[in-house]
């Protein structure tokens, strides 16, 4: 179980590669999903990357272990002059769940978007992912939105 009160929310560091692996992989299996070795490699990359257009990433740690990752990126909108902030990937591993290091990760995205002057942060999930979506209703405002995808 994890305590609040020792979790520190953080960049993303080059050296955190290993522990960030884990985590991303416990994600998407989460989401019965996989993706190739070097998709690991490109996507830690462009983490720690300085592209406006690509990702970064906060993480979870206690103890010199991190306990979550979000990874976020910030675009334009047709109907705002100011960026939008696009939550992408959200994960805490099972033992920590429960204990506000989600909460924390989505603070300290909400805390990059209002320093970068983007107001608006949002972020997709599954309907099935019960558990999530009791914090999600708390912090935020599930809307009618229903996403589509080419085949």
């Not at 993303?12 to 019965?32: I, K, M, V």
């Not at 490699?41 to 990702?55: E, H, I, M, V, Y």
């Not at 591993?93 to 506000?100: A, E, I, K, L, V």
């Not at 999930?125 to 914090?135: G, H, P, V, W, Y």
Request: aromatic letters at 14%; glycine letters at 8%; one cysteine or more.
């Amino acid at each position: 179980m994890t305590d609040m009160s020792t979790c520190t929310i953080r960049a993303l560091r080059a050296e955190d590669r290993p522990q960030w692996a884990e985590l991303w992989t416990g994600y998407l299996d989460f989401y019965g999903s996989s993706v190739a070795p070097e998709i690991y490699d490109s996507s830690f990359a462009r983490l720690l990357g300085d592209d406006p257009r690509d990702f970064s990433g906060l993480v979870a740690e206690q103890d010199g272990r991190l306990t979550g990752l979000t990874h976020y990126l910030f675009h334009r909108h047709g109907w705002k002059i100011e960026d939008v902030c696009y939550l992408q990937d959200l994960y805490v591993c099972p033992d920590s769940r429960g204990t506000g290091v989600g909460r924390a990760l989505i603070q300290g995205v909400y805390d990059v978007a209002d320093a970068h002057g983007a107001g608006s942060v949002y972020w997709l999930t599954q309907d099935f992912n019960e558990s999530a979506r009791r914090l999600y209703d708390r912090i935020a405002t599930v809307t009618p939105f229903i996403k589509y995808q080419r085949p």
